[in-house]
């Protein structure tokens, strides 16, 4: 049986220092909480340290990166490659995040490039999709989610399947100020968004893994995870503290599909 996923994402927050202590503490308690697949997703400036880290414990914490140039190298100033992060170690690549979309302008278009990189390099994309509050409220949702989740996936073959994983992020729910969505709503787009990949893949796009973030937290992370379509959680502000992060494996328990 696959295991659910849970992982967090710390976007631009934490120094080196402070993400060490938060990795040796996590690699202890993640040892108690077998029945989960584990990820974090640092900043770039920390990968290798938590890289040494993970191998020294010999965890099974996978390590991301936040993004990542989809060449090899180049004239690209501030940019990292894939061979770059090949080189320390890194499991996952984190694209499309809601944040680069709207702060730093990243498209549909370059998320597929760079998901198609990602693969072509041994990594597993974690393609980021989720539609506006404005989207929500003209009722545009599944038609936004579509063309993302489509327009990331062109060119991605079928044999790819299991070696990327799709998160739905409303941008409405993500962040400080953000509204936990219901999880009936979840429910209803997790299951369109596995419609939409039965459709592109056929039966094995029920294989993909779908993860569900934006304000998870410890009273809304156990409905959310027992939703038929939701793989796995992708945790932010709640899962920068090990002890939080912990509460929340503890109210999850087991989770079978
Ligand atoms: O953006 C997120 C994960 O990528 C979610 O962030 P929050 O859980 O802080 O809303």
Redesign the pocket.
Known sequence: MKKFLLGT?W?MNKTLVQGLAYSETLITIIGQHPQFEFFIIPPYTHLWKIKETIDVHKSPLKLGAQNMHEQDFGQFTGEISPLMLAEIGVDIVELG???RRQYFNETDEAVNRKALAALKHGFTPLI?IGEQQADKDYDVSKEMLAKQLKIALTDVPADAIGHFWI?Y?PVW???VG?TPAATPYVEEIHDFLRRVLIDRYGPSGQAVPLLF????NINNARDYAQLANVDGL?????AWEPDLFEAIMVALGTITK
């Open positions: 994402n976007k995040h809601s944040e980021c998160a992020e729910a993500i962040g953000g973030g934006g304000s998870v992708f945790i932010g502000r709640s």
